[in-house]
């Protein structure tokens, strides 16, 4: 998962042109196996984790609170708000260690190396730029999870219903508003 992640999240932050005649800087990477590749040459194999701490760290509290969240809501107010409350509480739980995750990833592709590591990261980012930087990409999180995880568990339901009893005799879930 992180030697994906890493690249997904390098080609992201690249903002250079790619337009040719363009006055800017040109892109560091092309592609996301030369990005792939050139990770591997300028920062060694380890390269492609870094940052897989805060992932695990993200992932792990994250999914447990999203699965939580929907398996104790789900019966009180319906399928479709109770996907969009859980991916919401999976993001609030996981933005603070996405912002570190992003920052040691990349930290050093533009220019030197500010953080020492996991640790210091945390410690020079509150320092710099107060604690509220953890939560600062949330209401963005939050949007995007809402109806994304409205829709993730409204198909989970139906495809769980399909498989246990066949097409014939699948009942549609709650999906009440109530």
Known sequence: MSPGDIVKVRLQCQTESMREGARTLRPKYHGAVHCLLSIVKDE?????????LP?????????????????????WIGVLLAGGVAGMAGWTVATPMDVIKARLQMDGARGPKQYRGFFHCIVETVRVEGAAVFFRSLGINCLRAF????????????L?????TGPESVDSPNIEWE
């Open 44 to 52: 060694g194999f380890r390269g492609l984790y870094r940052g897989a």
């Open 55 to 75: 992932l695990m760290l993200r992932d792990g509290p994250s999914y447990a609170t999203y699965f939580l969240t929907y398996a104790t809501v789900s019966e």
């Open 147 to 158: 109806p994304v995880n409205m829709v993730v568990f409204l198909t989970y339901e139906v």
């Open 160 to 164: 769980s219903g399909f498989l246990r």
